[in-house]
């Protein structure tokens, strides 16, 4: 009778230790199945930023187009030399080709127009700041010249890619009247979101 009881009080002491282990390895599921719900709402979180942030990229392209076409309308002169008090060079001497330059603080800084929104902060809707820099793609400020500048191609049936096959499929650079622009935007959102855009426009 004794060795039975001795042997039942051994059997509760395994079970509770393996109800133990149970208990911690369930434990370290909750706790992995936690951090990986918390890092997927993270990282969802983090590209709606993103995509918010390129998304805003339009509007500075958009502000900057405008800016543009007014004072070419005005007096189309007054390109041929820096205005970077809104966001205009009139050369590529700075090169936002090179990231370093391009995520240098310094460049936006001093080079950049901040477009304007009815927040006090200049954010839009989305909670971002848009900035832009517009480069005449030419090496030097002045009269542009088809020598120092990049030109667009003529709005003919033959010009650019249109339907022509052969060497002379891809001559893009015609007799055109326009100097090529480049409007590289900045945008900064929540959480430190960065995100950058380049069109070309003439």
């Known amino acids: 009778m004794n060795n039975f009881s001795t042997y039942q ?6 079970v509770l230790f393996i109800a133990l282990i149970a208990l911690v390895v369930m434990s370290l599921a909750g706790v992995a199945l936690i951090r990986s719900v918390d890092t ?3 990282i969802t979180g983090n590209l709606s930023f993103k995509q918010s942030a390129l998304v ?6 958009e502000s900057a187009i405008n800016w543009a076409n007014g004072v070419a309308a005005a ?3 007054t390109l041929d ?3 970077t008090a809104r ?5 590529i001497a700075v090169d936002l080709d090179d990231r370093s330059v391009l995520k240098d603080s310094n460049t936006w800084d001093d080079n950049a127009f901040e477009v304007a929104t009815a927040d ?4 839009d809707d989305a909670g971002n700041v848009v900035n832009y820099i517009i480069q005449r793609m030419c090496n030097a400020a002045g009269p542009p010249t088809k020598e120092s500048c990049l030109y667009a191609s003529s709005e003919t049936e033959n010009s650019g890619f249109g339907g022509r096959s052969g060497s002379d499929c891809c001559e893009i650079i015609q007799a055109g009247e326009s100097p090529v622009y480049r409007v590289t935007v900045r945008v900064e959102g929540p959480k430190n979101t960065v995100s950058y855009a380049q069109t070309y426009v003439y």
């Open 9 to 14: 009080s051994r059997q509760r002491g395994v």
């Open 40 to 42: 997927n709402t993270v």
């Open 56 to 61: 805003s990229s339009d509007s500075g392209v």
């Open 75 to 77: 007096n189309l002169a």
């Open 81 to 83: 030399a820096d205005n």
């Open 87 to 91: 966001g205009y060079l009139a050369s």
């Open 120 to 123: 006090p902060d200049n954010k």
